[in-house]
T-cell receptor, first 112, second 113 residues
Framework: GAGVSQSPRYKVAKRGQDVALRCDPI?????LFWYQQALGQGPEFLTYFQNEAQLDKSGLPSDRFFAERPEGSVSTLKIQRTQQEDSAVYLC??????????FGSGTRLTVV | GDSVTQMEGPVTLSEEAFLTINCTYTATGYPSLFWYVQYPGEGLQLLLKATKADDKGSNKGFEATYRKETTSFHLEKGSVQVSDSAVYFC????????????FGSGTRLQVQP
């Protein structure tokens, strides 16, 4: 597609539930990033892939967060045993190597 | 660690007014600097960038100059329009090879007709 596609757009989860958020990057983009944006704040880096390799996961806030990109294209961010503090917009971005990233519209996760 | 500080909003202006949104950063070396804009219901869009000291980024009437001596990258526009109403984020990418962006907390701009 023409842009970075994220699904679902909105997700409501009960506390303790597991969720999976999907990102379809722009075709041919080798770099893929996940960011977390809390309400009223700027995005914060979570993790970075180059093709299928996860090169940086220093931003993942806990071991409940897990990301994968098994074939170097679509990526999934999984959050286990969701907590209220996980409520945020999760943004995916992709780029050709060392170029500026293009962002998706995000998935808004609300944990109730 | 790296950080970006932006002026708090909301900034409310009348149409055709002059805009300045302040941004300062803390980082070692020579990071690349960016302004992103987020319109309601949409994703972040790159507005402009500068990759070295004294560079000026510009796009759609917006400008920002990379000032190494004051570690600043203030966003300016000479005459704002209602359609410029959005949230603006200043960000940096370090020169260490680490690809992650560090963002400021954002500044909401409201332009009234």
């Amino acid at each position: 597609g023409a842009g970075v596609s994220q699904s679902p757009r909105y997700k409501v989860a009960k506390r303790g539930q597991d969720v999976a958020l999907r990102c379809d990057p722009i075709s041919g983009h080798v770099s893929l990033f996940w960011y977390q944006q809390a309400l009223g704040q700027g995005p914060e880096f979570l993790t970075y892939f180059q093709n299928e390799a996860q090169l940086d996961k220093s931003g993942l806030p806990s071991d409940r967060f897990f990301a994968e990109r098994p074939e170097g294209s679509v990526s999934t961010l999984k959050i286990q045993r969701t907590q209220q503090e996980d409520s945020a917009v999760y943004l995916c971005a992709s780029s050709r190597d060392r170029e500026v990233s293009t962002f998706g519209s995000g998935t808004r996760l609300t944990v109730v | 660690g790296d950080s970006v500080t932006q002026m708090e909003g909301p900034v409310t202006l009348s149409e055709e007014a002059f805009l300045t949104i302040n941004c300062t950063y803390t980082a070692t070396g020579y990071p690349s600097l960016f302004w992103y804009v987020q319109y309601p219901g949409e994703g972040l869009q790159l507005l402009l960038k500068a990759t070295k000291a004294d560079d000026k980024g510009s796009n759609k009437g917006f400008e920002a100059t990379y000032r190494k001596e004051t570690t600043s990258f203030h966003l300016e526009k000479g005459s704002v329009q209602v359609s410029d109403s959005a949230v603006y984020f200043c960000a940096l990418s370090p020169d260490t090879g680490r690809r992650a962006l560090t963002f400021g907390s954002g500044t909401r701009l409201q332009v009234q007709p």
